[in-house]
Nanobody, 127 residues
Framework: QVQLVESGGGLAQAGGSLRLSCTISGRAFDPYAVGWFRQAPGKEREFVSGISSDGRRIAYGDSVKGRFTISSVNTKNTVIYLQMDILKPEDTAVYYC???????????????????WGQGTQVTVSS
């Protein structure tokens, strides 16, 4: 059974930092890429960042470029980190990690490309 579990959300002040983690488990589960998405109240789900399983392909949404950094660690389970720096109030949202089995030339920023999703973790940034 494939599981994606997010952690690390919480409350931060504008200009501060948070690090989110996404732990992926599941026997023989080998996604092509893992992405982070976020959804604020009343808004559509937005692509934040994604990384291929070999770490060679990385993508960021325009609103987080230069502030967020994605990385991965592959040991017993795969853990995807999202380091979020210089946080802004507009970063407030529920953050989800998702995994895709679909191979492509680049990491997809479309949520319809992702097959497995976590439950999400709340990030709140105060001004």
């Amino acid at each position: 059974q494939v599981q994606l579990v997010e952690s690390g959300g919480g409350l931060a002040q504008a200009g501060g930092s948070l690090r989110l983690s996404c732990t992926i488990s599941g026997r023989a589960f080998d996604p092509y890429a893992v992405g982070w998405f976020r959804q604020a109240p009343g808004k559509e789900r937005e692509f934040v960042s994604g990384i291929s399983s070999d770490g060679r392909r990385i993508a960021y949404g325009d609103s987080v470029k230069g502030r967020f950094t994605i990385s991965s660690v592959n040991t017993k389970n795969t853990v995807i980190y999202l380091q979020m720096d210089i946080l802004k109030p507009e970063d407030t949202a529920v953050y989800y990690c998702a995994a895709t089995l679909h191979q492509s030339r680049a990491v997809s920023g479309s949520d319809s490309s992702y097959d497995y999703w976590g439950q999400g973790t709340q990030v709140t940034v105060s001004s």
